[in-house]
């Protein structure tokens, strides 16, 4: 389990690549009710209630593996699935636990500096997640670093909308 978390750590810093993985069904499996889990604890920090949270997690996380399916299947890719489904699931739930502590300083109460430092930070992880994407893809896809972000910020605008749509009558 060390090594896996060690892994992700490394994919994260963009020293790894999703290739690395094992072609694993049993692995994606922990690794979607890992990401479940730790979005589920991300929307209770925000003061969703539990079932709320459950049910935006699994959206996105439906979401998240239908793209990525539909797009290796249209690109003739298709074997390449399990490795980039762990890869971001694996990254998204590691970035995700990171949230923690912006959110945690967002809630200390009413000192505008910390809550400050806390959107700044909290824009930063949003950055490395969309760096952190657009690397597994740029390996998924073969394409370069840039186009896999570019596709990792429009995925981001998508589901955004999609839940904010959702979950919020918006």
């Known amino acids: 389990m060390q090594a896996l978390i060690h892994f992700f750590i490394e994919l994260c810093l963009l020293r790894r690549a999703p290739q690395d993985l094992p072609a694993s069904a049993t692995l994606l499996k922990v690794l979607v ?5 730790v979005g589920i604890l991300v929307g209770a920090a925000t003061g969703q209630g539990l079932g709320a949270a459950l049910v935006q997690t699994l959206v996105d996380t439906a979401l998240l593996l239908g793209l990525l399916y539909a ?4 690109l003739a890719r298709l074997p390449r699935f399990t490795q980039s489904a762990s890869a971001l699931l694996g990254s998204g739930a590691v970035l995700n ?10 809630s200390g109460g009413d000192d505008s500096e910390l809550t400050g430092l806390a959107a700044l930070l909290f824009l930063a992880l ?23 972000a570019l596709i990792a910020i ?9 839940l904010g749509a959702l979950f919020t009558g918006a």
């Not at 009710?33 to 889990?37: E, K, N, P, Q, T």
């Not at 636990?97 to 967002?106: D, K, T």
């Not at 429009?154 to 999609?162: E, G, P, V």
């Open 33 to 37: 009710l890992a990401y479940l889990g």
């Open 71 to 74: 797009g290796l299947r249209w």
């Open 97 to 106: 636990l990171l949230v923690l502590a912006p959110l945690g300083m967002a």
């Open 126 to 148: 949003l950055a490395w997640s969309l760096v952190v994407t657009g690397h597994i893809l740029r390996h998924t896809l073969d394409l370069p670093l840039v186009q896999g």
């Open 154 to 162: 429009a995925y981001n605008l998508l589901a955004y909308s999609l």
